[in-house]
């Protein structure tokens, strides 16, 4: 494989093959960087919701707490 890219010029190797390389597996790569960026705005969405429920319970339970001390 080097014998073959050796005889070829610069733009061949960094500019032709990668260009073809994005027009074949362009699709496999949208789709796979799609699903990590989507996957990771869940787990953020996720996070938020949860962190949320915990803030909400224990003021509440702080607050329901303190009024059996009156």
Known sequence: MREIFAGLPWWVKW?????????VFG???AS??????G???K???FVAL???????VR???T???????W
């Open 15 to 23: 500019i032709a093959v990668p260009v073809i390389a994005l027009v």
């Open 27 to 29: 699709g496999l790569i």
């Open 32 to 37: 796979v960087v799609g699903f990590l960026v």
């Open 39 to 41: 996957l990771l705005f």
């Open 43 to 45: 787990v953020l969405v």
């Open 50 to 56: 949860v962190g949320g429920l915990i803030y909400v």
């Open 59 to 61: 003021k509440f339970t």
């Open 63 to 69: 607050r329901s707490s303190s009024r059996s001390d």
